[in-house]
């Protein structure tokens, strides 16, 4: 399995874009779709998009007007950017590898997460 | 998205089974094996327990098993042990390529 490690600030002003990092380690970047998922204090798990190693991406729908999934395959890197941030968008945000077969997908990699806290 | 239920709380006693349900609907769960179910322990990241419904990644007790009916799928922890308190989630992988998790289920072992 792979290792996953987010970073990024932990505080974002409203309206402001929410820029976060996730570096992968042991093992191959192109082996895997990679995903953001979040989960507000307190909350359930809400996933927030996927990008491939080839650059196609798919978000979720609440989200996706406000959200670019990107990948840097030379450094091994995955970014989350999310504009427009409001309090509602305070959360432990998570990286996570999404393994897909021929008919469905899992996340089987976890990061530890990286606390988001939008306020003024 | 279509949404997941299931239920806020579960319990049992050490040794016991307990089994937590997700229930989507027929154009979902109940036409594709696409559910994942996943264990988070309090203060930590989840961690993929079952994958397609009811297969067992290497490492994970085979306490754990998956199975589906109709339109729900359920997680079935048999031997309750203490360690097996956690929130558990499922998840589906939709036709339009994206994910979808259910609202978790608190484990309380008693």
């Known amino acids: 399995q792979v290792q996953l490690q987010e970073s990024g600030p932990g505080l974002v002003k409203p309206s402001e874009t929410l820029s976060l990092t996730c570096t992968v380690s042991g093992g191959s970047i192109n082996s895997y779709f990679w995903s953001w998922i979040r989960q507000p204090p307190g909350k359930g798990l809400e996933w927030i998009g996927y990008v491939y190693h080839s650059g196609s991406t798919n978000y979720n729908p609440s989200l996706k007007s406000r959200v670019t999934i990107s990948v840097d395959t030379s450094r091994k890197r995955v970014s989350l950017n999310l504009n427009a941030v409001t309090a509602a968008d305070t959360a432990l945000y998570y990286c996570a590898s999404l393994l897909c077969s021929t008919t469905s997908c899992a996340f089987d990699s976890w990061g530890q997460g990286t606390l988001v806290t939008v306020s003024s | 998205q279509s949404a997941l239920t299931q239920p806020p709380s579960v319990s049992g006693s050490p040794g016991q089974s307990v089994t937590i349900s997700c229930s989507g609907t027929s154009s979902d769960v109940g036409s594709y094996n696409r559910v994942s179910w996943y264990q988070q322990p309090p203060g930590t990241a989840p961690k993929l327990m079952i994958y397609?419904?009811?297969n067992r990644p290497s490492g994970v007790p085979d306490r754990f098993s998956g199975s589906k009916s109709g339109n729900t799928a359920s997680l079935t922890i048999s031997g309750l042990q203490a360690e097996d308190e956690a929130d558990y989630y499922c998840?589906?992988?939709?036709?339009?390529?994206?994910?979808?998790f259910g609202g978790g289920t608190k484990l309380t072992v008693l």
């Open positions: 397609e419904v009811s």
């Open positions: 998840c589906f992988y939709t036709t339009s390529s994206t994910l979808v």
